[in-house]
């Protein structure tokens, strides 16, 4: 049986298991989410819940790990993410 390591959620500082967080990436100015969990680059991972996203995005969080602010789109497309 195969046991899966449980992640920390930036914005909560909680731990998942893997399946129930989205992992970001910041490939080159973008920020994207990495379905495939296998993109390059050091990846931090946020709940698959839109409570958790607005608390992120109220405490700044991502421009504190990604050094920049997220786009309009690059935030649309975390709200589609989580909504999957």
Known sequence: MKRENPRLDVATRKSFPKNQ???L???GPKVVVDKSQSLPGRGYY???DEAALELALR???FERLFHC???EEEIASLKEAIHE
């Open 21 to 23: 967080l989205l992992r």
């Open 25 to 27: 990436v910041k490939i």
């Open 46 to 48: 946020l709940h698959k």
């Open 59 to 61: 405490r700044h969080v």
């Open 69 to 71: 602010p997220l786009s």
